[in-house]
């Protein structure tokens, strides 16, 4: 059993906490928010566990790393809502579907009537779709909570700063480790939550579209989560009128009555990125720094989390992680 300090209580590292405490590991957290909150920009993600959509333009090693999201959420949450993803596009962006379509696996495609069966509220809006059956979806922020409060349960210690006590240290700090990852950046992600009791939707559903891509995902109530930019950006404030305008655009495309909606929130943050938008495992000196989640945080942060353990229980080392030593690393 190990003495281990993580210094982050975002997605990683709340998830390296909980897999190092279920295999028996001492754990304690150091973050100075004393609550899961918008200082972290996992409190803006959209929750989509996707790895066979996120296949048709992200590299293989996310496809494969993101296959056991499902199943790692769903044990240490009992949130994840496993009803696939569907993913459309208007008549004249159907090329745009025919080349996710050939970038991607494990979806079948889908006619009017298919879609209709599905998703009700979306009949005759859609020539065809792609459905991937074996994803799901979870509440970001109500994972996270779950995550702290089961931890805390258990023992697990939060600090707002490091004590002095000997461990061995695991930086997961995302975007606030650049002052030890030089080649860390950040990549801005904007996102909306509109109330529209009018439409109800069961799972994600992914508009296509040459300029701006949408997800939506329903929160249920009435209350959907609108995303998410990816703008080669560090700067962390507000909503900027052009994602506004782009992402309530595409909303009313996938369906009229969200220009009725209510908006309840804007949110904004920068995600933490290497140059190949793939993570890293690194270690310097005494430190083992876990960062680089990108857009898929809650995607590949349970695999990460476990080469975290495979590491720390076998000594393999993880100085860094390209696509083609992933799997060595998590041997």
């Known amino acids: 059993m190990r003495r281990v300090r993580i210094l982050g209580a975002g997605v990683m590292g709340l998830a390296i906490a909980t897999e190092l405490t279920a295999r028996g590991h001492q754990v304690e957290l150091v973050d100075p928010a004393p609550e899961p909150g918008a200082h972290s920009c996992s409190w803006w993600a959209g929750g989509m566990l996707a790895p066979w959509c996120e296949g048709a333009s992200a590299p293989e090693a996310v496809e494969r790393l993101g296959a056991g999201a499902l199943d790692w959420w769903a044990q240490h949450t009992g949130l994840v809502q496993r009803k696939g993803t569907l993913v459309v596009a208007q008549t004249r962006d159907q090329a745009e579907l025919a080349r996710f379509a050939r970038r991607s696996r494990r979806h079948q495609t889908l006619n009017g009537g298919g879609i209709a069966a599905l998703e009700p509220d979306l009949q005759g809006r859609f020539p065809s779709a792609l459905f991937f059956e074996d994803e799901g979806h979870l509440a970001p922020r109500a994972a996270l909570i779950e995550l702290r409060r089961r931890l805390c349960a258990k023992g697990v210690t939060v600090h707002a700063a490091a004590p002095e006590t000997q461990a061995q240290i695991i930086d997961a700090r995302g975007l606030a480790a650049r002052d030890s990852l030089p080649d860390l950046r950040g990549v801005r992600g904007e996102m909306l939550v509109l109330r529209c009791p009018d439409v109800t939707l069961h799972r994600p559903v992914r508009l296509l579209h040459p300029r701006i891509p949408l997800y939506i995902v329903p929160r249920g109530d009435g209350i959907f989560m609108l995303g998410a930019t990816m703008i080669e950006s560090d700067r962390r404030g507000g909503v900027t009128a052009r994602s506004v305008l782009e992402l309530l655009s ?28 793939l993570p890293r495992l690194r270690r310097q000196g005494a430190t083992l720094f876990v960062n680089g989640l990108y857009r898929h945080g809650f995607l590949l942060s349970p695999a990460m989390a476990e080469m975290v353990a495979a590491h720390l229980e076998s000594g393999i080392s993880p100085e ?12």
């Open 250 to 277: 595409a909303a009313y495309a996938l369906h009229p009555a969200f220009a009725e909606a209510e908006v309840l929130e804007m949110g904004a943050d920068a995600r933490p990125a290497f140059p190949d938008n």
């Open 320 to 331: 860094f992680m390209h696509p083609d030593s992933i799997n060595e690393v998590s041997a």
